[in-house]
């Protein structure tokens, strides 16, 4: 647990960088206010957005890689570092903007590998999800129980996983055209959501009853 530290002193500088980097984009694309539907970047620019974005996935991954011991410690560090840079992002973005003004504010999330957009309070939700996640199974690593999903934690993980990235993209071609997204699927997100939360209890109390 005490990686957690200077993970976390990582995490929240690399938010600063992502925070300082929006600011920019948005003082140049969008100076009029940024909110959907968004006025398309010209497509060098947003190449290169595609892959600065790509870029910061493999930084996160490397210094979990780097971090962790074994492949399911290394992504346990990889979540807690996704989940604590995505909060601080919008932290650091509402002290020095005061954006989002609402947890309900829409936010372009993502372009790759296509645009997602959402509330601000789906991607914070998953972001609390992955440290919550995290920190309890590096927790069982040092305690010497490590997790171990049956197939059907597995399947249930995957099929909420697949619910919630399917709410966050299934608009990209209505983002891509600027026009504005219809009403989020806070349904589908929500039962995704719940799904990958049913699954983490269910090897959290057969790991706590001794295993099946």
């Not at 990582?10 to 969008?30: D, G």
């Not at 999330?109 to 509330?119: A, D, I, K, Y």
């Not at 059907?152 to 909420?160: E, I, N, S, V």
């Amino acid at each position: 647990m005490r990686k957690l530290i200077p993970l976390s002193v990582f995490a929240v500088s690399f938010a600063f960088v992502e925070c300082a980097v929006v600011i920019y984009l948005r003082r140049l694309y969008y100076p009029e206010g940024f909110s959907l539907p968004l006025r398309p970047m010209p497509p060098d620019v947003a190449r290169v957005e595609m892959l600065r974005e790509a870029a910061t996935l493999f930084i996160l991954g490397a210094v979990a890689a780097a971090s962790g011991k074994g492949v399911r410690q290394k992504f346990a560090y990889f979540m807690f570092l996704f989940g604590t840079w995505d909060v601080l992002y919008y932290v650091w973005l509402w002290i020095f903007t005061g954006w989002p003004g609402s947890f309900f504010t829409p936010d372009l999330l993502f372009l790759v590998p296509v645009p997602w957009w959402g509330p601000v309070l789906a991607p914070l939700i998953v972001a609390a999800s992955l440290c919550a996640a995290s920190v309890i199974i590096i927790r069982r690593e040092e305690a010497g129980e490590p997790p171990v999903p049956k197939w059907h934690d597995a399947a249930l993980t995957t099929l909420g996983v697949l619910m919630i990235l399917y709410a966050f993209m299934s608009d990209s071609e209505v983002l891509r055209a600027g026009k504005l997204p219809p009403p989020f699927k806070w349904g589908i997100f929500g039962l995704g959501e719940a799904l990958a939360v049913v699954a983490l209890a269910r090897l959290l109390v057969r790991r706590g009853a001794g295993g099946d």
